[in-house]
């Protein structure tokens, strides 16, 4: 059951923080989260997810910024929110989606007691300029069933800004991804 924002506003200070708050955020099912004046773009021309990939940082000029397609953008909320014994849901303003902003690739589900900011996976389906402190996406509350395991995760839990991938801290650097062929080795039955 997704949360209205009636209800959200209830639980604000216990099951929900989200600093700052402003009340002009607030949906009917959802609140606004708006976009931080930092990005940054991987630098490499292949990434690895076996490794830290290089980054470049660059900050939303008061004129805006203009995106391009081909290119992923790592950006952040401004708002940092904690999420109890709810999960957490981030999705682009409709507004957003119909210039051609997607604000994830595949990250929109929360997990119940993560608390931080939001890094967003942005991408442009043609140029498009943006602006620092825009209304970006929002995020809706569910109620879960079942016993609650909150987050807790030496990753992504209370980070301090945008996120890349850090992926290959669950990778073992010793371990081989080559597939080793035995040519003519193989036990015959």
């Known amino acids: ?10 639980r604000l200070g216990t099951d929900i923080v989200i600093e700052p708050y402003h009340k002009k955020y607030l949906n009917p099912n959802s609140y606004n989260l708006c976009l931080h004046n930092e990005l940054m773009v ?31 953008y790592l950006g952040r909320t401004i708002e940092r929110t904690e999420t109890h014994n709810l999960v957490p849901l981030l999705e682009g303003r409709s507004s957003i989606g119909r210039l051609g902003i997607s604000v994830h690739a595949t990250a929109g589900v929360g997990d119940i007691g993560f608390c931080g900011y939001w890094t967003l996976e942005i991408t442009v389906a043609q140029p498009v300029r943006v602006y620092a402190g825009v209304a970006i996406c929002q995020i809706i509350y569910n109620t879960p069933i079942g016993e609650i395991v909150e987050y807790n995760s030496d990753k992504y839990q209370n980070n301090k800004g945008i996120q890349p991938s850090l992926l290959f801290k669950e990778l073992d650097p010793a371990e081989s991804r080559q597939m080793r062929l035995s040519f003519g080795e193989e036990v015959s039955q």
Do not use: C, F, H
Request: net charge negative.
């Open 42 to 72: 991987y630098e490499e021309i292949v990434l690895d997810m076996a490794r830290p990939n290089r980054l470049g940082k660059y900050v939303i000029p008061e004129e805006g910024m203009v995106l391009y397609p081909g290119q992923l």
């Open 1 to 10: 059951m997704i949360l209205t924002g009636k209800e959200i506003e209830s």
